[in-house]
Structures are given as C-alpha cells and as structure tokens.
C-alpha cells in the first residue's frame, strides 16, 4: 500500500505541472493586464503614464518571456514562495491562509451532510424499488441536481426573507455553529446529495440480488439487519468512488455560495482575483484546488480496498 501511495504521489507531481502550465499560459496570454488595471483606478492621469506602467512590470518581473516567468514561478513554489498580489502588494500565503479555513470548514460540514443525507436516502429508495417510495425520493433527486448553486442561493434567500420577514438576512461567516451556515450548506449539498442518491440506489438494486442477500433473507434474518450488515458495506464501494466528483462540485459551487452569502473563503477570493486579474492569487488557488481533488482521489484509493478485499488483492498485485 506504501508502495502504491508513493507511486500515485510521483505521478501527480507531472500532473500539477501540466495543470499550472495550461493556468499560467492562459494567464499570460489572456485579455486583462493587471498592471493596466492599477493604474486605471488610480485618480488623475497617472492611468496613462506608459513609463511608470513598463517600470512596474519589469520590478514585478512581467516583462520576460513566458517560460522563464514560468520556471521563476515553479522554483519560488519550490522554496514556499506563492509570490505576492499584484493588487494589494500583500504576500499570497497569508490571504490564502486567511481565506481557506473558510471553505474548508465549509466543504468538509458538506460533505458530512451529503454521506448523512444521500447514503440513508439511496437505501431507502433501493429497497422500494419502483415503489412510491423510490419515485418521491429519485424525482426530488433529479429536482435538486436540475438546481444550479447560482439560481437556488439567492432564491432560497429571497424566499426565507419572504416568508419569515423577521428573521435576519443569512450573510457572512460565524464559524460551523453558525447558524448562517444552514443556508449555505443547503446550496452546497443540493447536487452532490442528488449524485449519491442515485448512486446509491443503483448499487442497493444491484446487491439486491446477490445469493447472499437471498440467503440471509432465506434464514429469517431481520431486514433491517440484512439492509445495514450485508447491503450497506458493498454499495459502499461505488459511493466511495464518487468522492472526486463530489470535492469537484464542492468546489465550483462554493465560488457562487461563497460570493451570494458574503462568506471569506476561496470562492470568493477566487472572483476578487479574476477581476482583478491578480495573477499569482489565481494561480494559487488552482493549485490548491488540485491538490484537494488529488487528494481525494488518493483517499479513494485507500479506502476502496478496505471495503471490497478483491481490490485490495489488486492493489497488492500492482
């Protein structure tokens, strides 16, 4: 297992590059010159001094060519260095740092009330298959997945305003206990809990029908127990898969939530830098958004093997 975990740790480092190779690139060639940007919010007609404008691209080191900015970029990454805003002049770890807690507190209560929510549900529905069960649980599934976290976030405001006046517009942060988290969270889970709901549900339907199950129903076993002892821990092997694509969904709709309900995390942050065009914030951000769906991805593969032992078998053979 070391061995494998070592190898998937060599192959991301290529990866990681590749990735803040194509970000870089897009960066550098993209529309919007940060440096133009400075000096247009500047008052009077400094905005269109081309002297000042070409001194601070050559301190900022935006002057050289494409690949020698990129390798000065990769060596700064090497020794610690994400470089310094271009806006604020402000050392990117430390917005970073300020930032992240934020989402990642806010990420992990999701994914938590997604497994908590989804997998019960996925049981439920599985078990009543094409009963009226399964159809209110899968139709309000596909309800949720239809729902874009830009559309439900300030709907869902709009209505809570709407029908308890009284109550105090949920924006900002206050920490998990928060109770201006429930919004928020409600958003964010809203497609990953349609996502594992069916998964779910067609792994229950798939189990269903192994000899084993027959079995135990055959001995007289309760069907609470043969659901939770001899359904649950098999379906939970595809679920598990799913966590790369639910971390995936996590993180883009977090841009929206975090933007409609005043939240400080890196969604939020991630918007500020694009209009901006703060290169380094940006870049920044991509790579730690990676780092969270590798490693995932990883968590994925260790996981996988301690519920089913046929791929821990696999993954002792490779």
């Known amino acids: 297992?070391?061995?494998?975990?070592?190898?998937r740790l060599a192959v991301w480092i290529p990866s990681v590059i590749l990735i803040m190779l194509?970000?870089?690139a897009l960066a550098f060639y993209g529309?919007?010159?940060p440096i133009k940007l400075i000096f247009l919010h500047a008052p009077g007609d400094v905005a269109y001094n081309p002297q000042k404008i070409e001194a601070i691209r050559a301190s900022a080191g935006l002057d050289r060519p494409f690949l020698a900015q990129f390798g000065s970029y990769i060596w700064n990454l090497l020794h610690g260095n994400f470089g310094y805003s271009l806006v604020s002049g402000r050392s990117v770890w430390a917005i970073i740092s300020a930032a992240a807690p934020v989402s990642f507190q806010l990420g992990l209560c999701a994914i938590v009330v997604t497994a908590l929510v989804a997998v019960?549900?996925?049981?439920?529905?599985?078990?009543?298959q094409n009963g009226r069960l399964d159809y209110t649980i899968l139709g309000a599934a596909l309800f949720l997945w239809a729902i874009p976290a830009y559309v439900a976030g300030p709907l869902l405001m709009v209505l809570l305003i709407t029908i308890l006046p009284g109550v105090k517009v949920p924006y900002g942060w206050g920490g998990v206990w928060d109770v201006r988290i429930i919004l928020p969270l409600i958003v964010l889970?809203?497609?990953p809990i349609a996502l594992i709901v069916r998964q779910t549900r067609t792994a229950v339907i798939e189990v269903t029908s192994e000899d084993f199950v027959r079995t135990a129903r055959a001995k007289g076993v309760p069907e609470i127990i043969v659901a939770l002892r001899h359904i649950l821990r098999p379906v939970l092997t595809p679920v598990v898969t799913q966590l790369g694509l639910i971390m995936i969904t996590i993180v883009n709709g977090a841009i929206f939530v975090e933007l409609v309900?005043?939240?400080p995390g890196l969604g939020r942050l991630t918007v500020t830098a694009l209009t901006n065009s703060d290169y380094p914030i940006i870049l920044a951000i991509t790579l730690i958004g990676s780092f969270l769906v590798m490693i995932s991805n990883l968590l994925v593969d260790v996981v996988y093997p301690m519920l089913d032992p046929r791929a821990a078998q696999t993954t002792r053979a490779a």
């Not at 297992?1 to 190898?7: E, K, P, S, T």
Request: hydrophobic residues 55%.
């Open 189 to 191: 889970t809203f497609q």
């Open 1 to 7: 297992m070391l061995r494998y975990i070592a190898v």
């Open 120 to 128: 019960p549900l996925g049981l439920i529905a599985g078990l009543n």
């Open 261 to 263: 309900f005043g939240l």
């Open 31 to 33: 529309a919007g010159d």
């Open 22 to 24: 194509g970000v870089y």
